[in-house]
């Protein structure tokens, strides 16, 4: 020890400096407003998201309110296009499929990802870690393929038929499979499932194993257990679930462009159609809000019933 | 798998059945692409006609392809750096500190993962036409940002949750700045989880199709080129290749990354979904 | 402030929001002492460490540190080391890395950056353990290097955040010696924080016993004990038995009290003055209590009945009824001799005499309670 004290000067001494004057202060806020270095640390990217989100949905909703003739934009404050959409029943139809088409979608793929997750928090041991990758890994990989392999499955000359047909089990391929809401709400069911089971395994994950075995003790058997204890704890993830599928499909463009066929349009079609062919962005603006604020409306209604049913009972 | 084994239990293995099936319904239909893509045929049908490998060498003479998929990397490279950044810097900042409003601030952050995708791109298109600025690469980057910055975000959280907060005091005791401390304590222990949202994040923004579809401009991504190919049932097989492969090098992505996710916080069993 | 204090903690509080930590707590420390800071978990002793390290900052006061206001110096510009509760042995590096941390601005040529970690090394007694990983190393070796760690570079205080509460009974009471050892050896001003007040005890020069955010008493580990300022002291530090008493008056530094079952006893007056009619308590460690079959010669003296008896090998405690109190008063007696312990099956009367010097006055609350603590603790 003695002769490491030869380097004995601390280069960790204060400074004198730094105690008077503003700047002083302001380090000795700093130092001591944790908030501060947390928002320091978090502006960039609430700046991005200010610019890459915020701002735009801002204009977007401003670009509703606008008029358009032919190519001429007009700014100002017209309820015109939102009138167009109250107009035409087309629209207004094209927007309740969309949410229809969503709402089952939403409903089959949580009751498809319930077992599975239930499966992986209960009843796999071993290896869990390889099970989640197994479940995650295809969601992460491009979308548009995943969508059109569903083409090619359900197709006029796709997988199912041309196996069946060279199987000699039907005569002429079957034309119900592709083209229609059916074809959406199956495939969009499989490219989100990853979004319903992961919320769904870490509400059943999280909760005490003894809980399980104390509803057990006091009598439960395995369904009355499950009604009792095991849903109601694990209602947190399904909720997060339901609005993790239902909140980005209502507004999906590639799987009814690909696979829907004219009955299987949504309203993210229409949207686009505005900004491309139709060229009429002040509506397909309107439109876009239209449809944010069904979605909100909706989600809103859905946390208040389960937060009824969660606190008060059906 | 092996668990099934084990249990003997009828209802157990009644689920344990439901769960093959079920990860049979999330693959098979991918597993068609590659299937098809080595068909000597150009129509996508059964039965199989014989094996070929003519499909890649099309894709891979095919210049436009080559083109657009070094643009899409030109996009996801960087798009994968800088939304790593901000994620992880976002990340700490949530973790470690007490601010009021966090919560708020945290689901805005989030949202871009689920407004939809459609409405974010025609709002972005409409913002960069207003400022504007022409349609090119860059702006589909830009549009990337967003969404891979929440994904990073979310990524970074659930790496930087069981992160012990003593090393890095112990780090500043010892004499070192945040800076140093971030370097030599805190980057290394959480570099498992920066190489996930590196690799994840890079996946997102290659695989984007719906944003890229409002923001390109003259130069195509691989997505963006892949869809204009759709339409043309002869131009299928080698988009059939090219996609195969794809989702090849995107599989082997993701699962290099969640094994970097996993690792060190596998012990923790649920961590980090 | 004493105008010799190294470390001064001036009107210090802190508060998280709505709960406040830390309330009003000035301290002194000089140079070179080895200064614990003793309560229960959440009395504010490891906030007011962290607010000397610089990992938190006051809400209100200020600390000065070697003549330095520390208000607005970062943790990594402040002259302390710290030892924290879990070691934070970084798990990444090997020890030669964890201890050689801080030297990195040094910039030494490896062999002497590797000498002067080898010399810490043999200091800590764990030569040749450079090339361990964090992860090879049990729980007192952690320790060691921790202390090494933060130690390389000499800082002027050490800060250690109850450092031996994850080590098992032996090695901690061993630990104990070393760190005071150590302490005494390079001569570095040390602030320690624990809730157990036998280490405590045993290693500081003085301690600081805080509850509820505030100091309740600053003294010597004999003066606590001996000279407790106020019942909750007393009865944190060891067993004592309170009674209520009246000071009828008050004489050369002495006062004469009415302890009712006890009778009229002379005290000494130590800290704290008493008038005349004042209400107080009148404090006995069990220690200090003798037990007789026979009636004693002393002054100080009160038949009794056996209660309950323990023993304990070196020593045994008993509970001890006096006629007119309703709550057992605690002896603990010593087992010198084979025959001494009384717990073989025998009661009835004894006598309880004491030295006079042995009661303790404090300021009186109301009614008198039992002892707090189980004399087998």
């Known amino acids: ?88 029943e087309n629209y207004q139809k094209l927007l309740w499929r969309s949410l229809k088409i969503s709402g089952f979608v939403t409903i089959l793929t949580v009751l498809l990802a319930y077992p599975m997750a239930y499966f992986i928090a209960f009843h796999v041991k071993k290896n869990k870690f390889m099970w989640i990758i197994l479940i995650t890994v295809p969601f992460w990989t491009s979308y548009l393929l995943r969508v059109f392999a569903w083409k090619i499955v359900l197709g006029y000359n796709g997988v199912i038929n041309s196996g069946l047909t060279s199987l000699g089990w039907i005569e002429a391929p079957l034309e119900f499979l592709l083209y229609n809401p059916f074809a959406v709400v199956l495939t969009l069911a499989h490219a989100w499932a990853a979004f319903a089971i992961l919320p769904i395994y870490v509400s059943l994950e999280k909760i005490d194993k003894s809980l399980l075995e104390a509803a057990t003790i006091l009598g439960d058997g395995p369904v009355m257990r499950f009604f009792r204890v095991t849903l109601p704890l694990s209602m947190a993830g399904v909720v997060a679930a339901c609005l993790l599928v239902f909140i980005p499909t209502v507004g999906d463009y590639v799987t009814p462009a690909l696979l829907g066929g004219p009955k299987g349009l949504m309203i993210g079609n229409l949207i686009q159609l505005q900004f491309a062919k139709a060229n009429n962005w002040p509506l397909g603006a309107a439109l876009s809000m239209v449809s944010l604020l069904s979605i909100t409306l909706i989600v809103c209604a859905f946390l208040w019933f389960t937060k009824r049913v969660r606190t008060q009972g059906l | 798998m092996s668990s099934l084994a084990i249990s003997t239990k009828p209802k157990v293995r009644l689920l344990g059945i439901y769960a093959v099936a079920y990860l049979i319904f999330i693959y098979a239909p991918v597993l068609f692409l590659p299937l098809f893509s080595f068909n000597d045929s150009t129509f996508i049908a059964f039965p199989l006609k014989g094996f070929t490998t003519q499909w890649y060498v099309e894709a891979y003479q095919n210049e436009r392809l080559i083109q657009s998929l070094m643009n899409s990397i030109k996009v996801g490279v960087p798009v994968a750096i800088v939304s790593t950044i901000f994620g992880t810097f976002a990340a700490k900042a949530v973790i470690r500190y007490r601010m009021p409003g966090k919560a708020p601030l945290v689901s805005f952050i989030m949202a871009p993962l689920v407004v939809p995708g459609i409405i974010v791109g025609i709002a972005l298109l409409v913002i960069i036409n207003a400022v504007g600025l022409d349609l090119s690469l860059f702006t589909i980057g830009f549009a990337h940002l967003a969404p891979c910055t929440a994904f990073s975000m979310w990524i970074m959280i659930s790496r930087l949750e069981g992160f012990d907060q003593s090393l890095e005091e112990a780090s500043l005791s010892l004499g070192e700045g945040a800076w140093m401390t971030f370097w030599r304590v805190t980057f290394p222990l959480i570099l498992p989880g920066i190489i996930a949202s590196l690799l994840l994040t890079f996946t997102l923004s290659f695989d984007e199709f719906i944003l890229a579809f409002f923001l390109a401009g003259q130069e195509p991504t691989l997505p963006i080129y892949m869809w204009s190919q759709l339409r043309f049932p002869a131009q299928l097989p080698p988009v059939l290749a090219l996609g195969s492969v794809i989702l090849l090098a995107s599989f082997v992505l993701v699962y290099i990354a969640e094994w970097f996710r996993r690792r060190g916080t596998h012990s923790q069993e649920s961590g980090g979904v | 402030m004493q105008d010799d204090a190294f470390i001064s903690i001036q009107e210090v509080s802190k508060s998280f929001g709505s709960v406040h930590a830390v309330k009003s707590v000035s301290i002194d420390i000089a140079r070179g002492e080895f200064f614990s800071l003793l309560g229960p978990s959440g009395c504010g002793k490891t906030t007011l460490l962290r607010m000397l390290a610089g990992l938190e900052y006051p809400t209100a006061g200020e600390i000065i540190i070697d003549g330095q206001p520390m208000s607005a110096v970062a943790p990594n510009r402040r002259p302390v080391g710290m030892v924290f509760q879990n070691y934070a042995i970084f798990p990444h590096l090997n020890v030669r890395q964890n201890i050689g941390y801080s030297l990195r601005r040094d910039r030494l040529p490896k062999a002497k950056f590797n000498a002067k970690v080898a010399e810490m090394l043999e200091l800590i007694r764990l030569p040749g353990y450079e090339m361990r990983g964090a992860h090879e190393l049990s729980g007192g070796e952690r320790q060691r290097v921790a202390l090494a760690r933060a130690l390389i570079r000499r800082p002027k205080v050490l800060l250690l955040d109850e450092p031996l509460g994850a080590l098992d009974k032996k090695l901690r009471e061993q630990m104990q010696l070393e760190l005071r050892a150590l302490q005494r050896s390079i001569g570095i001003t040390f602030v320690f924080v624990t809730h157990d007040q036998e280490e405590a005890l045993t290693m500081s020069d003085r301690i600081a016993v805080m509850a509820k955010g505030r100091t309740l008493q600053v003294d010597s ?80 003296r009160v038949k009794a009945t056996l209660d309950t008896a323990a023993y304990l090998g070196d020593r045994s405690h008993y509970y001890v009824r006096i006629g007119g109190l309703d709550r057992p008063v605690a002896v603990s007696a010593q087992n010198l001799h084979q025959a001494d312990s009384l717990t073989d099956g025998a009661s009835g009367d004894i006598w309880l005499s004491w030295a006079s010097d042995a009661v303790v006055l404090l300021p009186g609350d109301g009614a008198a309670a039992s002892p707090q603590h189980a004399l087998a603790s």
């Open chain 3, 221 to 300: 580990p004999t003066e606590l004990y001996e000279m407790p300022q106020n019942r909750d002291v007393a009865d944190f530090i060891g067993t004592i038995n309170f009674f209520d008493a009246g000071v009828r008056e008050v004489d050369d530094g002495r006062a004469v009290i009415d302890a009712g079952a006890l009778g009229m006893l002379s005290a000494p007056l130590r800290k704290q003055d008493f008038a005349s009619g004042e209400q107080v308590l009148a404090a006995i460690r069990p220690e200090k209590l003798v037990i007789s079959f026979e009636e004693p010669a002393a002054t100080n």
């Open chain 1, 1 to 88: 020890m003695t002769s490491s004290q030869s380097h004995g000067t601390l280069s960790v001494a204060a400074e004198p400096a730094a105690q008077g004057g503003r700047l002083g202060r302001l380090r000795r806020l700093y130092l001591r407003s944790e908030a501060l270095r947390g928002y320091g640390l978090l502006s960039p990217t609430l700046v991005l998201m200010l610019l890459s989100i915020g701002a735009p949905l801002v204009l977007l909703l401003m670009l509703s309110f606008w008029t358009q003739d032919l190519l001429e934009i007009t700014p100002g404050f017209s309820l015109d296009n939102y009138a167009t959409f109250a107009e035409k």
